[in-house]
């Protein structure tokens, strides 16, 4: 009997939404997790005794269950803050249950030996933007030059060196940590990447605050945005200089440039691929640039970067039957 496919994300993942009835299309059973749901819904046993070990996820509300030996492959999507029965927590009581929730659920899923898109140990290690162009450059991609430092007078210097130019991009999040709280504490909703002002120089002091990350501005004649399924390559060409708000972050959805289909040079589709499978991830996006030259400058990985707004853009893509089918052919072939 072939195995199931689990699924651990949240319950907003459209992705996932769309990727679920095209595994039971294909006589694959799958289990999902949302994590936004996690422990609240959701009731594990993991069991050791000398001469057995038996694990088991049951979803609550739907009385449905998995038993982990069943898994024959896992789409490790998006994360989520933890849900819990009790609504009146104390801090340091959630605090608690949110780690030991980490370690019961991580301890149980961790283990498995079977396949991974991708496994959470991959997927941490190929998420630090400064060891991404370090590992860039090393493989031969161009990358722009860059400083995370929280010395405003080494901002200066390294404006001043690159003679152009300076854009302002987050390392971690671009909705500057507003998913992470409550909505009555958000200040702000996000920072696209900015070209850093004059007026921005004149107020450096707050850089030495908190690390910041700042690159030279290059001009683009276009942008790709290069997503790997499982090795399968799906290179997007967007026109994001047509539009004035995409002009130096075209993740303003609100411009819409066109985004076609394109081929990458065989040595920048190996140098992906490379990049890709050395963190060990069986999916990945990857934004590049092309300068008006031609040449291919790397600027992030997004390891469990959305695709379904590329595929929506470029239909021939086909990027939710690509996922299906790999984790699907996978299960299948672990009996």
Wanted: glycine letters at 4%.
């Amino acid at each position: 009997m072939a195995k199931k496919v689990l699924i651990v994300t949240n319950s907003f993942d459209l992705h996932a939404d769309l990727v679920m009835p095209l595994l039971t299309a294909r006589d694959c059973a799958v289990f999902r997790i949302n994590l936004d749901a996690f422990p609240r819904d959701y009731q594990i046993c993991q069991l050791f005794t000398q001469n057995k070990m038996s694990s088991e996820i049951r979803h609550l509300p739907t009385g449905a269950s998995i038993d982990l030996a069943e898994v024959g492959a896992v789409w490790a999507r998006k994360p989520a803050d933890f849900a819990f029965a009790s609504e009146d927590l104390t801090v340091q009581e959630r605090a608690y249950a949110k780690m030991e929730t980490e370690h019961a659920l991580f301890g149980l899923l961790y283990p498995l030996d079977c396949y991974w898109m991708s496994h959470p140990v991959a997927l941490r290690g190929s998420m630090w933007k400064g060891e991404q162009l370090q590992r860039a450059r090393s493989m031969g991609f161009r990358v722009p030059a860059s400083i995370v430092t929280n010395s405003p007078e080494r901002v200066r210097a390294f404006k001043d060196s690159v003679q152009g130019d300076l854009v302002f991009k987050c390392l971690s999040s671009p909705m500057l940590g507003a998913e992470a709280v409550a909505d009555e504490d958000r200040i702000a909703t996000g920072l696209a990447t900015t070209i850093v002002t004059d007026e921005m120089m004149e107020s450096l002091d707050a850089v030495s605050e908190v690390p910041c990350h700042f690159q030279e501005y290059i001009h683009k004649q276009y942008e790709l945005r290069v997503t790997i399924i499982a090795g399968r390559i799906f290179a997007a060409k967007l026109h994001s200089q047509d539009d004035p708000r995409t002009a130096v972050d075209s993740r303003d959805m609100s411009a819409e440039i066109l985004y076609e289909a394109t081929e990458l040079p065989d040595e920048i589709k190996e140098r992906c691929l490379v990049f890709v499978q050395s963190y060990g991830l069986n999916y990945s996006a990857l934004d590049l640039i092309v300068t008006p030259e031609g040449e291919y400058v790397f600027l992030e990985n997004n390891p469990n970067g959305q695709f379904l707004y590329v595929e929506q853009l470029i239909p021939e893509f086909k990027m939710l039957d690509a996922v299906a089918d790999r984790l699907s052919e996978e299960a299948a072939c672990r009996i």
